[in-house]
């Protein structure tokens, strides 16, 4: 079928195909021109959320000061003492006396390879030491959470509470 063409019949064929060509390269071109502009908005955003997370130093230490601290947890008696001797500590640093701290039954541990302590106590202290006390405990690295809070009022001095405090920890199984 080449035969039968003549020159100027070939010469616009090959027009014809570099023109196909160009309006394709052109096509490309301009869906790579959309892609860039696309991500050069989506660069833009993330730069900007990259800015609002960037903060000063005095941010960052106010935002460090609300995430509660908190230590892996470890066997069984070993975490058992150190959440003890930290909330004695926290408890004298509040000026509150308080029975013993005896390890009760709680509730299962949600992480399987976790199990939940629990440690109870009671005691008298003044309402507003309760809650200062109740404010420093997310200081406490190994607590793991308030399960248990019964505050009963004396008749003749309401700023003198009873309390029972059942606090718990996760302790490694294995």
């Known amino acids: 079928m080449l035969e039968k063409l003549n020159q100027k019949d070939i010469r616009t064929l090959k027009i014809g195909a570099v023109g196909v060509a160009a309006i394709l390269v052109f096509v490309l071109i301009l869906e790579g021109f959309e ?3 696309q991500a050069r908005k989506s660069f833009k955003t993330l730069n900007g959320q990259l800015d609002d997370i960037d903060a000063d130093k005095a941010t960052q230490s106010r935002l460090i ?3 509660p601290v908190f230590e892996m947890p470890v066997e069984k008696e070993t975490q058992k ?9 926290q408890f004298k640093n509040s000026r509150i006396n308080s029975q013993p701290w005896l390890e009760v039954a709680g509730k299962t541990s949600p992480l399987p390879e976790y199990g939940l302590l629990c440690l109870k106590s009671s005691g008298r202290c003044g309402l507003t030491q309760m809650f200062d006390l109740l404010a420093r405990l997310k200081q406490n690295p190994y607590m793991v959470g308030i399960e248990e809070l019964r505050l ?4 003749q001095n309401p700023q003198q509470i009873e309390f029972d405090l059942t606090v718990s920890t996760f302790y490694t199984k294995y």
Not at 81 to 89: A, C, F, G, M, P
Not at 152 to 155: G, H, S
């Open 65 to 67: 000061s609300v995430v």
């Open 81 to 89: 003492v150190r959440l003890r001797d930290k909330l004695i500590e």
């Open 35 to 37: 892609y860039w502009d």
């Open 152 to 155: 009963k009022c004396d008749a």
